[in-house]
């Protein structure tokens, strides 16, 4: 089924390869949600195109010169990477880019920005999101278990480094000559739980700081541990987030201010659909046996 905006052909091809396009994305966002499925999918690819087509079509009308200089310099960046696309059509695709990212300019700048009452809002609204969870700063030696060295030999070496350790050597002189992670003399900087192995988390963040753990197994191989400091959990201030919440709301602006540019374009649009005239020749030039099924069925 082809689509029409306007005057502006939307082929079939084109929005099943956009629905290949999306496919990923929208697995992830409706799995298991009631009515999802190909067709809702081909509906998403369908929406998608029929709204580029309407921001093409509202750039083209921008009563606005482009200045011929940029065309010319982005078509030299461009034109070694275009095949054999021809200089015209090269040019006149660089000014049409060009032109909808003016319109998205423009549509961005009459959005206000958020004000200060908006602002402290969002923060008391989304407390929990500014939580920085309890961090550690650790250091470990290591002794990998691969193939290349098996468990036994592991643990001889890891014992001769804790022996070393008890009688008083420096635990970086003892990480950077014989740990199999050497870098920054083992140590592992600032991490909070869930960006190490659960084994290795479940040693460290049951110490304190300054302390030394005894040898351990993880799927990695015989570690030892030290526990340089401890951060407790906290709430960031709201003037350390400001900025980032603003961001937040700006984009959040800029997105319903599209919707409502988009919508007021297709409240104007013709749009409408017909059969693929390629699928109406085929079955003109073939004759299909009565009683037999037919391509889809």
């Known amino acids: 089924m082809t689509t029409i905006v306007n005057g502006e052909r939307i082929e079939t091809a084109e929005i099943e390869a956009e629905a290949d396009r999306l496919r ?15 067709e809702q999918l081909a509906e998403w690819a369908r929406e998608n195109l029929i709204e580029r087509a309407l921001f093409r079509q509202a750039a083209r009308e921008m009563n606005v010169e482009l200045p011929q200089a940029e065309i010319d310099k982005a078509y030299e960046n461009e034109k070694d990477h275009a095949g054999d696309t021809p200089e015209a ?24 920005g958020p004000t200060e009452q908006e602002l402290k809002d969002f923060y008391e609204e989304h407390k929990e999101e500014m939580i920085v ?11 990998h278990v691969n193939a290349d060295a098996d468990k036994q030999a592991a643990f001889e070496a890891i014992l001769e480094i804790k022996m070393k350790l008890d009688a008083g050597e420096a635990f970086e002189d003892l990480a950077t000559e014989h740990s199999d992670c050497p870098d920054r003399a083992g140590d592992l900087g600032w991490f909070s739980r869930g960006q190490m ?3 290795f988390e479940d040693v460290v963040f049951a110490m304190k700081a300054g302390e030394v753990s005894d040898i351990f197994l993880t799927q990695f191989g015989y570690h030892i541990a030290r ?5 407790a959990a906290k709430t960031l201030p709201f003037q350390e987030v400001r900025d980032r919440i603003a ?4 984009e959040q602006k800029r ?35 009565e009683g037999a099924d037919l391509p889809g069925k």
């Open 227 to 231: 526990v340089d400091d401890r951060r």
């Open 255 to 289: 997105g319903a201010a599209a919707e409502e540019f988009i919508d007021a374009l297709k409240a104007k649009a013709t749009i409408e659909d017909a059969d693929d005239e390629r699928d109406e020749d085929m079955q003109t030039e073939h004759d299909t046996p």
């Open 133 to 143: 969870p309890e961090q550690i700063r650790a250091g470990h030696i290591v002794k």
């Open 89 to 112: 059509e090269l040019k006149a695709d660089i000014e049409l880019r060009m032109r909808v990212e003016r319109l998205i300019a423009e549509n961005n700048a009459k959005v206000p």
């Open 247 to 250: 961001a937040e709301l700006v």
């Open 24 to 38: 990923p994305q929208y697995e992830s966002y409706v799995q298991g949600s009631p009515g999802s499925g190909p």
């Open 197 to 199: 192995v659960e084994e």
